[in-house]
């Protein structure tokens, strides 16, 4: 597993510890929603940022007024056909304000990259032999868009009536 | 019609260039079949019994002559000379092979065609009335309106997997001939008192193993904010709809399990925060859309009804023809025209090359160089002059195209059935040639009027069983291909499913037992009364008298 950050290969920083009986005192950690709810407030108090990884039948709406407090928010995708996480990631975007990273986990596909990132995804944990070609390749699929989505381009129909 | 501006070319070549890369990686073994399958899904692209099938869209069942010669190439280069034109108004070949498909995606781009969505959970191909623009009862052309949903539903990157599939259909029409309440969304436009079109929607429709009629989630909302609504709807089901089992992840579960009105609780809930923001249609996108769908420059002509009458007096075939294949035009001296694609014997909706070229000659030379295709799996001229009536019928029947069944009961809708599909539990197509063969006589399908069979080879109900005035499904009886009838369903504005007439019969007695059904109507029928009518009136019990009464089992249940 790599994880692609803003199109680059990264070091993950943050430790996944969500399987885990307990949250070690220090360093980045990734925890469950359920070890959010918690140890809420120990966990905020900590110096060193914290994520948090919701299953895809988890809505954002839970964690809306701690975002603040989020570093990371990581969404599950248990197979690629689920796709509930494309909505969870744009509510998180446009509708709870979150601004930290946004990270797709689980069965993320070349394919489904652009998806992704279109809806807010800037951070992606990869299998594969060459995760940031394939990121790479994911992005020069398209240079047009009939929607607009969390990413901020234009559609092609702001583009038609665009005044000059 | 609509036309690609640099955009729309640019989003579709892309798309192409996408495809071929995924083929390549396929065929070099870098995907497996199982990663591979979403994506060819995505485009149209189905494993089949024997072959590939690409099933390309028409995008609301509007095509060009120069369309329709490229789709002929295609049945020519790539599959068995033919196409067949499906219930979604969109064209399927049967025989492709994987390494063809991205010259003939680079093929069908070139003419402004794909082959995007037209499978896969997602939102397919928007489907309209095949009469849109021209049809006499229009209030509304509902065009527009798809051509924007088709832009905005286009590689939407929050839908692309959606708990199960997702089909949308726009009626601008009082009289719905789009079926649009067995859509996961049904768009019904209305006039207001002031004269301005809104949206009425409907929703959770759909066909399959569980059919539903749609119900009004919204009766009245303006035009510009339909995408908003749209986006809404497909938010909350994207959301909530079930994952767990593909037969409950439809639309249609999720509201019934809801109910309508906590459905639509959601949905308002989440539009309130959509509303007025990026997807409000601005007025320019809508006159820019209007403008492409613009009626063309219509001769001024009188009405020929009386010349035609005389015509069809001296030649009662033509009368017959005028009678059951043409509809009620807009414009003055002007008609519209259904090529029937359900000659006696032929595969339901199939078409051989060299005809697709002949009939785009014939709508070249006698309706302004478009045609459409119907969801019965027929074509339509929208703009024929009524003084080209006969000429034109005398070339289409030349093609064996003329066939006077619109509407009728050997106008029937067929799915690929056993010929073809994998999921099959019978074979649909000799069904319908078995009973198209058993009433030919012209006079008596005019007696019976307007009467629709639908047939389908599974429950998945391709052919709309459920909501043909008769239904045909295909079911497996220990190995044996066996058919249950239904009667009494209906897919327009008073659509309705059909009712179970009783044990399901081997294929040898389906046309016997259409007959009785036929007859018994005859008989029962008072005044003007069209088969649906009689069979509100007195309801399923003669029907199955006529059909199983000299049987045992039909004396056991009376
Ligand atoms: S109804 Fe069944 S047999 Fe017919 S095409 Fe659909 S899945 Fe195949």
Redesign the interface.
């Known amino acids: 597993m790599a994880l692609v950050k803003n199109g680059e290969l990264v070091n993950d920083p943050f430790r996944d510890v969500t399987g885990a009986d307990t949250i070690p005192p220090d360093g980045a950690v990734l925890v469950s929603l359920e070890q959010w709810q918690d140890h809420c407030h120990s966990l905020q108090r900590r110096p060193d940022p914290v994520g948090v990884l919701l299953e895809s039948d988890q ?1 954002p709406e839970i964690i809306a007024d701690d975002l603040d407090q989020i570093a990371v928010v990581a969404l599950a995708f248990p197979t ?5 996480a ?3 990631a ?1 509510l998180l975007r446009e ?1 709870y304000g979150f601004t930290g990273e946004l990270r797709a986990v689980g069965d993320v ?1 070349l ?2 990259l ?3 990132q ?2 807010g995804f800037d951070a992606f944990q990869l299998d594969g032999e060459d995760p940031a070609r394939d990121f790479a ?1 994911a992005q020069s ?9 969390s990413d901020g381009r234009l ?3 702001r ?3 665009r005044r000059v | 019609m609509y036309r690609y ?1 640099e ?2 070319h ?2 579709v070549n ?2 192409v ?2 495809f071929r ?2 083929v390549a990686r396929r065929l070099d073994g870098e995907l497996t079949e199982d ?1 591979f399958k ?2 060819r899904l995505m485009n149209g692209l189905y494993l089949q019994l024997h072959a590939y099938m690409l099933r390309v869209n028409v995008p609301y069942g509007v095509l060009s002559t120069r369309q329709l010669r490229k789709l002929a190439m295609i049945a020519r280069r790539y599959d068995r000379d033919y196409g067949h034109f499906t219930t979604r108004q969109n064209i399927q070949y049967n025989w492709v092979s994987l390494e063809d498909t991205p010259d003939i995606l680079a093929a069908l781009a070139e003419v402004e065609m794909t082959a995007m969505q037209s499978s896969g ?1 997602c939102v397919r191909n928007i489907t309209a009335d095949q009469y849109a623009g021209r049809a006499a009862d229009e209030l509304e052309d509902p065009r527009v309106w798809c051509e924007l949903i088709r ?2 539903s ?10 199960r599939k997702f089909k949308i259909a726009v009626t601008g029409s009082p009289n719905d001939r789009a079926a649009v309440a067995v859509h996961d969304i049904g768009l019904r436009m209305h006039h207001d008192d002031n004269g301005r079109a809104g949206f009425e929607v409907l929703v959770g429709g759909g066909q399959g193993r569980t059919p539903v009629i749609g119900r009004t989630i919204r009766d009245w909302i303006e035009p510009e904010h339909i995408l908003s609504y749209i986006e809404a709807i497909l ?1 909350v089901y ?2 909530y709809g079930r ?1 767990d089992n593909i037969y409950k992840a439809r639309i249609k579960i999720l509201v019934n399990a809801l109910g309508i009105d906590k459905f639509r609780e959601l949905v308002e809930t989440e539009w309130a ?1 959509l509303r007025g923001g ?2 409000t249609i ?1 007025e ?2 809508i006159e ?1 859309i209007e403008r492409y769908f613009a009626p063309p420059a219509w001769e001024t002509l009188f009405d020929q009804g009386e010349a035609m009458r005389a015509q069809a007096a001296a030649e009662p075939e033509f009368g017959a023809w005028l009678e059951a294949n043409t509809a009620a035009h807009k414009a003055p001296g002007y008609m519209i025209v259904n090529l029937s694609l359900k000659a006696t014997g032929h595969e339901p909706g199939d078409l051989d090359a060299d005809r697709m070229d002949r009939v785009a000659d014939l709508a070249d030379r006698f309706s302004l160089g478009e045609l459409r295709v119907s969801h019965r799996q027929n074509l339509v001229f929208a703009d024929v002059r009524q003084q080209d009536a006969l000429e034109l019928w005398r070339a289409l029947r030349e093609l064996g195209l003329a066939t006077p069944n619109i509407g009728k009961l050997t106008d029937m809708i067929a799915c690929p059935g056993l010929d073809y599909c994998a999921l099959a539990n019978a074979r649909s197509i000799p069904v319908a040639q078995d009973i198209s063969r058993h009433f030919t006589a012209v006079d008596k399908l005019h007696a019976i009027g307007d009467l629709t069979i639908n047939i389908s080879g599974c429950m998945n109900a391709c052919g709309h069983h459920h909501v043909g005035n008769i239904g045909i499904l295909g079911v497996d009886k220990q190995g044996q291909e066996f058919f249950q009838l239904t009667l009494g369903g209906a897919s327009d504005q008073h659509a309705a499913l059909g009712d179970r007439l009783g044990r399901a019969l081997p294929q040898a007695e389906v046309p016997a037992a259409i007959e009785r059904i036929v007859d018994c109507y005859l008989d029962l029928r008072a005044a003007d009364e069209t088969f649906l009518d009689t069979y509100r009136r007195v309801g399923i019990k003669p029907f199955k008298a006529a059909v199983y009464d000299d049987t045992a089992e039909v004396r056991r249940v009376a």
């Not at chain 1, 699929?141 to 989505?149: E, G, L, M, R, T």
């Not at chain 2, 286009?154 to 708990?163: D, H, M, Q, T």
């Open positions: 809505h690629f056909r689920d796709g509930r494309y909505s969870y744009r509708r596909l394919e489904q652009h998806y992704m279109r809806c390749i699929d398209f240079s047009v868009w009939y929607q607009p989505a559609s092609a129909l583009l038609r009536h | 501006d955009f729309d640019r989003l892309e798309r260039a996408q890369r995924q990663q979403p994506l959970n832009q905005y286009l590689l939407n990157p929050e839908f692309a997997y959606l708990p938010r994207n959301l994952r925060a990026e997807l601005p320019e996108e820019r």
